[in-house]
């Protein structure tokens, strides 16, 4: 059970266990429906496993951890004064015109990413609305450091560099720690793949078949 670590990426393991492993494997016949072999993983297959983690990670790379914000409801508030929102015969058509005018506002195309993932109806803007109102009036904290949490919106729990005045960023930054677990764990995953593949003999050697 030896480790070599001179030539890591041919094996890891000396040659005495190279020619267990390559022994047991000629003995198994595993009810003779299948013949032993050694053949390396095909390298599309191995792209393909690297492309689909990649793919994963760059497409939600942007949202990780992101909740609203208030400063991203401030553009519905101000919708609700729109010209037509309060003649709307329904809480649908009212927030359809709402969303329609915080999206002319929105500056741009993160903010409307944002609005588009967030989407809210009726009942909870109005919900939430005083709140966000009763922000804009104090000036300790800018809106973009308060979060929505479900009817409430509450000092984000982030803490960031120390302002002028002494009191922290509150801002929630672009990744979370859920994102930075996430990088570890699937790097560990694949180095720990890895290690135990280069484990085993060369795909270059082949089981030792016994003369039957």
């Known amino acids: 059970m030896a480790w070599k670590m001179d030539n890591p990426l041919y094996s890891l393991s000396d040659e005495q266990e190279q020619q267990e492993i390559l022994r047991k494997w000629g ?4 009810g003779g429906l299948i013949h032993p072999a050694n053949n390396r993983l095909p390298f599309p297959l191995t792209f393909l496993i690297a492309l689909i983690i990649l793919t994963a990670f760059m497409i939600t790379m942007p949202i990780w951890g992101q909740r609203p914000t208030a400063e991203l409801y401030r553009y519905y508030v101000e919708a609700m004064n ?13 927030m359809k015109l709402v969303t329609a005018e915080a999206m002319n506002k929105a500056p741009d195309s993160r903010t409307k990413g944002q609005l588009e993932r967030h989407p809210i109806d009726w009942d909870d803007l109005q919900n939430l609305a005083p709140q966000v109102i009763e922000l804009q009036k104090q000036t300790k904290y800018p809106l973009d450091n308060f979060t929505i949490l479900g009817d409430k919106i509450v000092l984000a729990n982030f803490e960031g560099n120390f302002r002028p005045d002494g009191l922290r960023e509150r801002v929630q ?3 979370d720690k859920g994102y930075t677990i996430d990088v570890f764990y699937v790097s560990y995953y694949c180095l720990w ?6 484990r085993l003999p060369h795909f270059s050697r082949k089981p030792q078949i016994p003369e039957k």
Do not use: N, Y
């Open 27 to 30: 003995e198994e016949r595993m």
């Open 82 to 94: 729109a010209p037509g929102v309060e003649a709307a015969a329904t809480p649908a058509e009212k």
């Open 173 to 175: 930054p672009w990744w």
């Open 193 to 198: 793949m890895a290690i135990m593949i280069k």
